[in-house]
């Protein structure tokens, strides 16, 4: 009997433990967005780039740009405006249980007078989501996937409410055609990527980058129909659009259950170490196509091509967020000639 109430007692503590925690992470984890959306306005009409550094998480990793290259950027806007608007609202805040990662969904208005000018115009408009990790005691931003900038068609900063279309329509491409690749002066500078073709040291050492590996692990996870494969890529970091990798995984499934057959292209075309840390970017393009169930015919899956931001995790490269272009169809796509000579992303007008 002594013995049943001491387990009892002690399941008893174990559970007030537990819930101790848990009230404790939720405690410990509260998301101020008048707070959140006031360091980011503050900072920009400052021009406070130790503000801008504050909500931006040691993970920011998008087209290619670290944490210091987008500081930089920022600090050369700063640098050619005498004077910046910034209007920013969050509309929705969801925390994925059980992890230090959430999202939101947020609108951006951006204006400025350049140096000597009177008049603002635009810098950006956009809206879209932002992948949260709780770092340092605090929420910051280390991805972001935003729609059609810098200027979004009907924007109405006011009315704005988050209801959205489907996801995959970041940036206009209709009239890019991979077989003339834009001149050198409208390229994106794409500073530090190595073509990957001719990775040289980076395919060497602990933190090397196997191309034809990650590749196979991609092919061979769709054409399989294997999610665990697929999530053999994916980092516990990943976090998209709202779509937790959990999330991502049941997708993966339910698009498996459609397709009696699938068949995937993919080709990284390019890829970016960055100096110091545990990250890295990619430049990829992607096709998969299917035989929906009972069909004869394969179908158009997902067309795109784009950036992943990449993470060394558990001894292999992982991604962790994706900055892709338009998809599920992409104008002028051409799976063999793509080089990923694209055009600027989410270019600001001055």
């Avoid at 230090?100 to 400025?112: Q, S, V």
């Avoid at 704005?160 to 995959?168: C, D, H, M, Q, T």
């Avoid at 196997?210 to 092919?219: G, L, S, T």
């Avoid at 900055?323 to 600001?348: C, K, L, M, T, V």
Wanted: aromatic share 12%.
């Amino acid at each position: 009997m002594r013995k049943s109430i001491a387990l009892a007692l002690t399941a008893i503590a174990l559970l007030a433990i537990s819930c101790e925690r848990q009230v404790e992470q939720q405690v410990t984890r509260p998301f101020d967005g008048a707070e959140f959306v006031n360091n980011v306005m503050n900072a920009w009409n400052n021009k406070d780039l130790k503000m801008v550094e504050g909500y931006l998480s040691d993970l920011y990793n998008e087209v290619g740009t670290s944490k210091q290259e987008a500081l930089k950027a920022v600090a050369d806007i700063f640098e050619r405006y005498d004077k910046i608007s910034c209007r920013y609202r969050v509309m929705k805040f969801k925390h994925h249980q059980g992890t230090d990662l959430a999202y939101i969904r947020a609108i951006l208005d951006l204006k400025g007078i350049p140096k000597g000018g009177q008049d603002y115009v635009k810098i950006v408009q956009t809206m879209g989501y932002a992948s949260l990790i709780f770092e340092n005691g605090r929420w910051k931003i280390y991805a972001t996937q935003f729609y059609t900038s810098p200027q979004i068609p009907n924007f109405d900063f006011d009315k704005e409410r988050g209801i959205w279309p489907a996801w995959g329509a970041q940036i206009d491409l209709a009239s890019y055609d991979p077989a003339q690749p834009l001149a050198s002066g409208e390229a994106r500078a794409d500073e530090g990527f190595v073509d990957a073709s001719n990775l040289g040291e980076l395919a060497e050492g602990p933190r090397a980058f196997n191309k034809a590996a990650f590749e196979a692990r991609v092919v061979n996870g769709w054409n399989r129909k294997d999610a665990k494969l697929i999530g053999s890529y994916l980092s516990r970091l990943y976090n998209e659009i709202g779509v937790s990798r959990n999330d991502l995984l049941r997708q993966v499934n339910d698009i498996f259950a459609r397709y009696d057959e699938i068949s995937c292209r993919y080709r990284v075309l390019a890829f970016k170490r960055f100096p110091d840390s545990d990250l890295a970017s990619i430049k990829a393009v992607m096709e998969v196509k299917g035989k929906p169930a009972g069909s004869g015919e394969f179908r158009n899956i997902v067309q795109t091509m784009g950036y992943a931001s990449l993470i060394f995790e558990d001894g292999d490269w992982k991604v962790y967020a994706t900055q892709i272009f338009a998809s599920p169809e992409i104008s002028n796509f051409n799976f063999e000639q793509e080089s990923g000579d694209w055009p600027p992303w989410n270019r600001p007008q001055t």
